[in-house]
C-alpha cells in the first residue's frame, strides 16, 4: 500500500474530511489534497507530524511495514 492509500485510510477511519485532517495538521488544504493524490510524497518534517498526529510510525506510512503501531 502506498504512502496515500495509508494517509486517506487513517483520515477516514478517524471520520474526518480532508478539510479537517490539513486544518489539525496545519497544513494547507490544497497541500493536504495533494499528499493523498498518487505520487505525491511528504517532507520529512510532514511525516513526522502525521505519523505524530494519527499515532503511527513513520515506516508505517512508508509502506515498509503493516503494523500501526510505534515502537517505544
Avoid: C, W
Avoid at 24 to 40: D, F, M, P, S, V
Wanted: hydrophobic share 40%; no cysteine.
Amino acid at each position: 500500500m502506498l504512502f496515500n492509500e495509508r494517509l486517506k485510510a487513517l483520515r477516514t477511519e478517524r471520520k474526518l474530511t480532508q478539510k479537517e485532517a490539513a486544518a489539525a495538521l496545519e497544513l494547507n488544504y490544497r497541500h493536504y489534497q495533494r499528499l493523498e493524490a498518487e505520487g505525491n510524497t511528504p517532507n520529512f518534517a510532514n511525516l513526522v507530524l502525521i505519523a505524530d498526529f494519527f499515532g503511527v510510525s513513520m515506516d508505517y506510512l512508508a509502506g515498509r511495514t503493516d503494523k500501526q503501531e510505534v515502537n517505544q
